[in-house]
């Protein structure tokens, strides 16, 4: 079974300091993880994804995630945050399942960016 | 891009009504999937759809139940609205055969308050 557990449900960091999020995931089969974006009051976003072509994954907004084996990680970051990186960030794994394969999604991190 | 469109942004409805959440996405997209957001516990998958008529239950589908007759519309259905069902709706939809490209792409969400 496939399962995410972010470390954190809430971060907060200084406008210009390192964003990291964390998460590490469980599963039997070689996974396809995923970042997902949630803005205040929208739906969720697809922020980047890793499907096993690289390592080294980069997405929008400045953001890049490294998919480690040994150490069942896939955490985001950002090099320098803005004011506009506030939102809630939710990590993901698929998951084959029955019928329709799904995406079991984490508990979500609130990023929050001091001025 | 893909779009998945949610009838209503906000909606507040009484204890004890039937309520209609509609969701309609314009990619022929196979999965369909309903989640409800609370704060602290993240995405709960209610009910989700593979297929035309099928349909599957997800992780807390008691007092829901869902309608697919045409494959670009999902409704989830509350028979009898209670004030515990007040929280945020999310559709989303996936492509079955690009799922590990693509992930899941939401809808705006439906913030919903029983009353």
């Known amino acids: 079974a496939q399962s995410v557990t972010q470390l954190g449900s809430h971060v907060s960091v200084s406008e210009g300091a390192l964003v990291l999020l964390r998460c590490n995931y469980s599963?039997?089969?070689?996974?396809?993880l995923f970042w997902y974006v949630q803005y205040p009051n929208q739906g969720l976003q697809l922020l980047l994804k890793?499907?096993?072509?690289?390592?080294l994954v980069k997405g929008i907004n400045g953001f890049e995630a490294e998919f480690k084996k040994s150490e069942t990680s896939f955490h985001l970051t950002k090099p320098s945050a803005h004011m506009s990186d506030a939102a809630e960030y939710f990590c993901?794994?698929?998951?084959?399942?029955?019928?329709?394969?799904?995406?079991?999604f984490g508990s979500g991190t609130r990023l929050s960016i001091r001025p | 891009d893909v779009k998945v469109t949610q009838s209503s942004r906000y909606l507040v409805k009484r204890t004890g009504e039937k309520v209609f959440l509609e969701c309609v996405q314009d990619?022929?997209?196979?999965?369909m999937f309903w989640y409800r957001q609370d704060p602290g516990l993240g995405l709960r998958l209610i009910y989700f759809?593979?297929?035309?008529?099928?349909?599957e239950k997800g992780d807390i589908p008691e007092g829901y139940s869902v309608s697919r007759e045409k494959k670009e519309r999902f409704s989830l259905i509350l028979e009898s609205a209670s004030t515990n069902q007040t929280s945020m709706y999310l559709c989303?939809?996936?492509?079955?055969?690009?799922?590990?490209?693509?992930?899941?792409?939401f809808g705006s969400g439906t913030r919903l308050t029983v009353v």
């Open positions: 989303a939809s996936s492509s079955q055969v690009v799922l590990f490209l693509q992930g899941y792409t």
């Open positions: 599963s039997s089969v070689p996974p396809y």
């Open positions: 890793y499907t096993s072509a690289a390592t």
């Open positions: 759809s593979y297929d035309v008529k099928m349909k």
């Open positions: 993901a794994v698929s998951a084959p399942y029955s019928s329709a394969s799904k995406i079991i």
């Open positions: 990619m022929d997209h196979e999965n």
